[in-house]
Nanobody, 124 residues
Framework: QVQLVESGGGLVQAGGSLRLSCAAS????????MGWFRQAPGKEREFVSL????????NYIDSVKGRFTISRDNARNTVYLQMNNLKPEDTAVYYC?????????????????WGQGTQVTVSS
């Protein structure tokens, strides 16, 4: 029932930056753990980053630490993923996801709602 709408994907040269946005419906957005996942062709969907309901806790997959930053604006029902120094290995469809429970999860099954996905392509 919760809708997540992503934007900000595109084609970028290696070393460039993109900012993904995910706008969520619902009155209880501020209670959701929000996560970003990605899936490359022929690969499993993998965890990228998450942020707790109040932004106090964040987590990142090792390969993006120091390059990606997750943030949220509960007043705007929006979560962001700032991606800097992009690498070809970052090429994937990126998905925004919402978890209804307050505890943190890094697996796709821990999330209840998903966005449509946005393509990120990084050229070498």
């Amino acid at each position: 029932q919760v809708q997540l709408v992503e934007s900000g994907g595109g084609l970028v040269q290696a070393g460039g930056s993109l900012r993904l946005s995910c706008a969520a419906s619902g009155r209880t957005f501020s209670t959701y753990v929000m996560g970003w996942f990605r899936q490359a062709p022929g690969k499993e969907r993998e965890f990228v980053s998450l942020i707790s309901w109040n932004g106090a806790s964040t987590n990142y997959i090792d390969s993006v630490k120091g390059r990606f930053t997750i943030s949220r604006d509960n007043a705007r029902n929006t979560v962001y993923l700032q991606m800097n120094n992009l690498k070809p290995e970052d090429t994937a469809v990126y998905y925004c996801a919402a978890r209804l429970r307050a505890t943190l999860s890094t697996v796709p099954g821990g999330y209840n709602y998903w966005g449509q996905g946005t393509q990120v392509t990084v050229s070498s």
